[in-house]
């Protein structure tokens, strides 16, 4: 039973830096696929960013990109999503989110899912 467990949200101000962690158990995630997705109130889920965790290939929405980074540590099982310059509009949950096979973009197409960490971005 694959287990995902995401910790470092919170509150944090404009222009200011999280790092959320992805902690995944009960595979060897050699063949899998690794993302990070956010959803804002009243809005659907969208990914941020992904990257394929033997190959190091990666993936950002243009929303994120030059502002977030996505990094794994295969050692620890574990992979991490940087994120700095935060505005407003990042406020969201952040899941992370893991699927077997190629890159794909579209939420549905995930297997595993985090429980969620709530990033609040105050102006």
């Known amino acids: 039973q694959v287990q995902l467990v995401e910790s470092g949200g919170g509150l944090v101000q404009t222009g200011g830096s999280l790092r959320l962690s992805c902690a995944a158990s009960?595979?060897?995630?050699?063949?899998?696929?690794m993302a990070w997705f956010r959803q804002a109130p009243g809005k659907e889920r969208e990914i941020s960013a992904a990257?394929?965790?033997?190959?190091?290939?990666?993936y950002y929405s243009d929303s994120v990109k030059g502002r977030f980074t996505i990094s794994r540590d295969n050692a620890k099982n574990t992979f991490y999503l940087q994120m700095n310059s935060l505005k407003p509009e990042d406020t969201a949950v952040y899941y992370c989110?893991?699927?077997?096979?190629?890159?794909?973009?579209?939420?549905?197409?995930?297997?595993?899912w985090g429980q969620g960490t709530q990033v609040t971005v105050s102006s």
């Open positions: 009960g595979r060897t995630f050699r063949n899998y696929v």
């Open positions: 989110a893991a699927r077997v096979g190629v890159m794909i973009f579209e939420a549905a197409q995930y297997d595993y």
């Open positions: 990257v394929t965790w033997s190959g190091g290939y990666t």
